[in-house]
Structures are given as structure tokens and as C-alpha cells.
């Protein structure tokens, strides 16, 4: 009888699994394919990997700006394939040696809510039994398909796939402009692709300030990058050499396409249908002060949870909270308002909290103020001053929100993190001082003038 079986092996599960030691927990994990999930495996670390490979041939290609001549540069792809490989491969055996050390026990199969726990069938179709107090589900997500372009894994791909090509396309399609497509957009331009980004909204990264959104796409132009807003495509037309994208009265012809439209939790056949666990459109509904279902003893986290963000960094709070919970019954909510985004294109936009129209929907009375990072000496030195500060705050109240567009914002948002969770008032956010020459003088600068006390 474990305390705890958790199903899924990615950022909800293996911090779930991870944070029972405190408690002196026995845990089970199951896990199909590797620890690590989506985000370790075929997510969020392999696309980083492959943005800094961009990133250093940017720079590269720019040295003779500084001074520094450096000719011919250019992508070994498969050199650089093979990095993102070590870089993957070095983290998995990391969180496999830490959850030996943890204790865990890392049964291979998939696992299936039953009565009294949980049933694992392993690969040679064999059924385990494990007795459970308790279990978690965190089987995540996968990339959502849409009509007329069905994953082939060679010409139309998902995110997934896309890691994984072993040389540059030389013309591409993305559909969709949230964070994954934005971020493939990036990469690729940088590169020297020739790339064609659609979005069916009104801007790129849909939800995030309007302001991001037009800083984020003009530099994706510079970039070389087709950016076409308020466009749905039509079915693909799928050749043995390439494929054409009809969009309106025009279409374009590529050699790749990915659909990186957002992602479907992966619940279908884990037994939910025989729990009073509520599941809408594949959502599982969950207290969120607690992660419990509607079933007792079964709690949910991560990507398959209703209403919140499918977030690696969400999933491990979610994974802390479930595991509080059912270790002690004492609460660790996980505070949704300040969970940071960060998209890590070339530049990176990063927010936390509200934005002003989030901020007005719900009703309060918002001052807003931004800064630009053309003033701002250490944007300058980096050649980097595409970029803003935008703060929101609450008439004679708190910060509500913020969103920073620029080098390195994805790391100085946390600033605003906190700011926005401990509910800071602008004067005491502006108390704060910020080394000179920082990128992070340019939120130094917006608190002041937040404050009513600008200094440039």
C-alpha cells in the first residue's frame, strides 16, 4: 500500500513525488515513456536549447557591430541537434538519480485509476495492482490537430516532431502565434528560414498587453518573419515535396508546416469515467485550494486541470499543494494571480498578474504607466532596445499586473512577481534601488514614475 500513486511522470507528477519526502510519504510513480514529460522530453527545455543556438548565431552574425570580426558564421544542425540531445538526456538522468534518492519507486507502464488505487499495464500487456491512500493524476497534454492538418510527421508536425528535424526547413508555415509558435518563429527566422506565422486573433501572443504584442512583432519582421494577424487558413494542401497553405484570396507555399495551436489534456482511458471525478472537454474540475477532485483521495495537477494555466512551473506548485494537502490537510494554494509567462523569443516578453483591459473587465479603477528601453544604457550596450516596461496598477492601490518586453525578461519579471503577489503599493516597488547599467533599471524606472516620482 503506497500513501501515494501518481500517474504521469512530468512537472506536476515528479514534483508531487519529489515533495512527498517531506512528509516521510511512500510513493509510486507510473510513467509510459520517460520521467520528465512533455517539458523536459519535447517541450520546454529542447526549444530553449534550440533558441540559444539562434541566439549565439545572432550574435555571431552581428560581431563586427562590437568590433569583433568573425566571418562565415553559420548552424552545424546537426551539431546542434545533437546538444539539445545531450542537454535532454543529461536532465533526465539528473531527475531519475533524485528520485532514487527520494525514494520513489518509477514503474514503467500506463496507469489506470481502479478501485482501491491504481492498475498498470506494462509492455507486454501485463497488469499490476497498486493499493493507493491516495492518487494523483498529472498526465499533462499533447498538441491540439485542426481540421485539414493532420499530424504526418513530415510535412505537417507537430511542435513535437519539430524538435527533432535534422536539418533547417528552408520555408515554413506556423500556425498559431500563442508562446510555441512565436517562439519556432524566432528560432527559424533567426536562422535564416523563410517563415510564415498565422494567427486567427488580432495579435501575436494573444492575452498579453497589445504593446508586447506590437513590440514582439516588429522585431519578429526584422527577423524576416511573415506575421499575418486576424487570418484563418484552409485546409493544407499536402504534396510529396511541399505544402500549400491557402489563407483568404492567397496562399502560400512551403516546405514544412506546425501547428502549434495550443494543447489537449491527455485523460481518455484512465479510468476517470468509473470516479465521480467532473471532467469537461477533457478538463478535470478540481478544488483549487486543495487539488482534490470530486472524488475523494483523488487529486489532479498540471496540464489536464480546468481553468488554469498549462504552465511547467503551475504544475509543480499544483504537485506541492496536492501533496500538502493530503499529507496533512493544511492548505498551499497555489496563487494563480502570480504565476509569470514568459515567451523566449528573441526578445522575450514576460508578464505576471493583470493586464489593463483584464485589470478594467474586472472592474478596477487602473493607472498604467511604461517605459522604453531606448533610454536605458545596458539595452543599448546589448544593441537591444525593442523593448518596454508596462505597469498596472490599481487607482491609489497595489500593483495588479506588469509586462516587460526585452533581454533577459523572462529573469526580471520575478521582481514584478512579487510585487503583484505581495500586493505592493507603487511607492514601495520604487523604494527598491537597481544597479546601474541594468536592463532592470527600466522597471526602476516605471515604479518611480507609478509612484508619481519619475526621474528621467
Known amino acids: 500500500m503506497f500513501d501515494v500513486v501518481i500517474i504521469g511522470g512530468g512537472p506536476g507528477g515528479y514534483a508531487a513525488a519529489l515533495y512527498a519526502h517531506n512528509f516521510n ?8 515513456d520517460r520521467v520528465g514529460g512533455t517539458c523536459l522530453l519535447r517541450g520546454c527545455i529542447p526549444a530553449k536549447t534550440w533558441l540559444k543556438t539562434a541566439e549565439v548565431f545572432t550574435t555571431v552574425q552581428k560581431a563586427a557591430e562590437y568590433g569583433v570580426q568573425a566571418s562565415n558564421a553559420s548552424i552545424d544542425w546537426n551539431a546542434a541537434l545533437e546538444r539539445k540531445n545531450r542537454v535532454v538526456e543529461g536532465l533526465v538522468k539528473g531527475l531519475g538519480g533524485l528520485l532514487r534518492a527520494r525514494k520513489v519507486d518509477v514503474i514503467d507502464g500506463f496507469g489506470r485509476l481502479a478501485a482501491g488505487g491504481v492498475d498498470v499495464t506494462s509492455g507486454d500487456g501485463s497488469v499490476r495492482r497498486l493499493e493507493a491512500r491516495n492518487v494523483i493524476i498529472a498526465t499533462g497534454s499533447q498538441p491540439r490537430a485542426i481540421p485539414g492538418y493532420g499530424f504526418d510527421g513530415n510535412r505537417v ?7 527533432d528535424w535534422t536539418e533547417r526547413p528552408q520555408r515554413v508555415a506556423i500556425i498559431g502565434a500563442g508562446a510555441i509558435g512565436c517562439e519556432f518563429a524566432s528560432l527559424l527566422g533567426d536562422a535564416g528560414s523563410e517563415v510564415h506565422l498565422f494567427e486567427m486573433l488580432d495579435q501575436v501572443v494573444p492575452g498579453v498587453e497589445p504593446e508586447a504584442a506590437k513590440a514582439l512583432t516588429r522585431e519578429l519582421k526584422k527577423k524576416g518573419v511573415n506575421v499575418r494577424t486576424g487570418v484563418t487558413v484552409a485546409p493544407a494542401e499536402v504534396h510529396p515535396d511541399r505544402v500549400i497553405v491557402p489563407f483568404g484570396d492567397d ?4 516546405d514544412k508546416v506546425l501547428v502549434a495551436v495550443g494543447r489537449a489534456p491527455v485523460t481518455e482511458d ?9 471532467v469537461e472537454r477533457g478538463f478535470v474540475h478540481v478544488d483549487r485550494a486543495t487539488m482534490l477532485t470530486d472524488e475523494p483521495g483523488i487529486y489532479a495537477v498540471g496540464d489536464i486541470v480546468a481553468g488554469t494555466p498549462q504552465l511547467a512551473h503551475a504544475g509543480f506548485a ?10 496533512t490537510g493544511e492548505l498551499a494554494p497555489v496563487d494563480y494571480r502570480a504565476i509569470p509567462l514568459v515567451v523566449y523569443t528573441h526578445p522575450e516578453v514576460a508578464s505576471v498578474g493583470l493586464t489593463e483591459a483584464a485589470a478594467r473587465e474586472a472592474g478596477y479603477g487602473v493607472e498604467v504607466h511604461d517605459h522604453g528601453m531606448r533610454g536605458v544604457g545596458r539595452a543599448i550596450i546589448q544593441g537591444e532596445v525593442g523593448g518596454l516596461v508596462k505597469i498596472v496598477n490599481q487607482v491609489d492601490g497595489p500593483i495588479l499586473g506588469a509586462t516587460v518586453v526585452g533581454p533577459g525578461a523572462g529573469e526580471i519579471i520575478h521582481e514584478l512577481m512579487y510585487s503583484v ?9 520604487a523604494a527598491f534601488i537597481h544597479a546601474h547599467p541594468t536592463v532592470s533599471e527600466a522597471i526602476g524606472e516605471t515604479l518611480l514614475t507609478a509612484a508619481g516620482r519619475s526621474l528621467h
Do not use: D, M, Q, Y
Open 25 to 32: 510519504l511512500s510513493v509510486a510513480l507510473v510513467e509510459k
Open 157 to 163: 508536425v507537430s511542435s513535437r516532431e519539430a524538435l
Open 251 to 254: 496562399s502560400v507555399e512551403v
Open 270 to 278: 484512465i479510468g476517470l469515467e468509473t470516479t465521480n471525478v467532473t
Open 318 to 327: 499544483e504537485g506541492i499543494a496536492a501533496v500538502t494537502h493530503l499529507a
Open 421 to 429: 503577489a505581495w500586493e505592493a503599493l507603487p511607492a514601495e516597488a
